[in-house]
């Protein structure tokens, strides 16, 4: 298919927060500081393919589902796109007591909304955190989310995205130092998915996991995981006490169309 507006909606993953410009693969005419990520390399692999595009990012970091939905969903609908990706849910899965049915009842209507709107839908579902100290205890709220968004995709021909189920994603250093987002080479490798989940011919052996990396020492291994806790996760923590998230003050990169 060809599609000539699309728009990105979400937080932090789609926003691309740990895909800065100039780093390999990375905008070469962004300014220092800019993010690129995904969805604005998903847009680039869509434009190489059918010729042009115009393309708008609505995402904005730390945002919960029912703000993407309230504050993006309306923003994109009145951009009238034809190709909408939404992703969001994994700052939700994140708090205790998070209610997987119920976020997915909050997607599914918005995923109505779009289609109604007559704009194509691509989904995604989230990573399988197993191997993630803390994060991993989300593992069965993040399951049952994703097999929820599968089934929302059948009823209403939305498409997806399946990064539960792929291998590569696994490798620690697809993932920036937080490990809560992707490193460029993530972002490049989930841009090229998503592109092939639309049908578009990209290159070759992208899914193919990296050379196992030599093993850490077991004293660098404990020390990181002291390093990590102390720089992202107690203030995250602190952010949730304080009732703050990393997203206030922040607005869209890219809140209308362009070309690519």
């Known amino acids: 298919m060809t599609w000539h507006r699309y728009v990105a909606l979400g937080d932090s993953f789609t ?36 010729g042009a595009l115009d393309y708008a990012n609505l995402a904005v970091r730390g945002k919960l589902l029912q703000q993407v939905v309230d504050e993006q969903v309306p923003a994109a609908l009145a951009l009238a796109p034809d190709l909408v990706s939404i992703v969001a ?10 209610d997987p049915d119920a976020l997915a ?42 097999a929820h968004l599968w089934s929302i995709a059948a009823r209403h ?26 490193a460029p080479e993530g972002h490049r490798r989930t841009a090229l998915a998503a592109a092939a ?5 990209v ?6 996991p990296l050379d196992p990396a030599p093993a850490l020492p077991r004293r660098a291994r ?10 992202f996760v107690v203030p995250w923590v602190g952010r949730r006490v304080r009732g703050r998230s990393s997203g206030d003050g922040r607005t869209a990169k890219r809140p209308q169309l362009q070309p690519v």
């Open 222 to 231: 404990l020390a990181a995981e002291v390093a990590w806790v102390r720089s």
């Open 157 to 182: 021909g939305a498409r997806v995205l399946d990064q539960w189920g792929a291998a590569w994603v696994h490798d620690p250093r697809m993932w920036d130092v937080d490990r809560l987002h992707l």
């Open 105 to 146: 009842a909050v997607m599914e209507a918005a995923v109505v909304r779009l289609r109604g709107a007559g704009a194509d839908v691509l989904l995604a579902t989230g990573v399988d955190p197993r191997a993630t100290p803390l994060i991993g205890r989300t593992r069965g709220r993040s399951a049952t989310y994703n």
């Open 89 to 98: 849910g994994g700052n939700d899965l994140l708090r205790p007591g998070a």
């Open 15 to 50: 926003e691309g927060v740990g895909d800065p410009c100039g780093d390999p693969g990375g905008d070469p005419g962004g300014d220092p500081g800019d993010l690129v990520g995904w969805a604005d390399r998903l847009a680039g692999e869509l434009r190489r393919a059918q």
């Open 197 to 201: 989940v639309l049908g578009v011919d």
């Open 203 to 208: 290159e070759p052996g992208w899914a193919v």
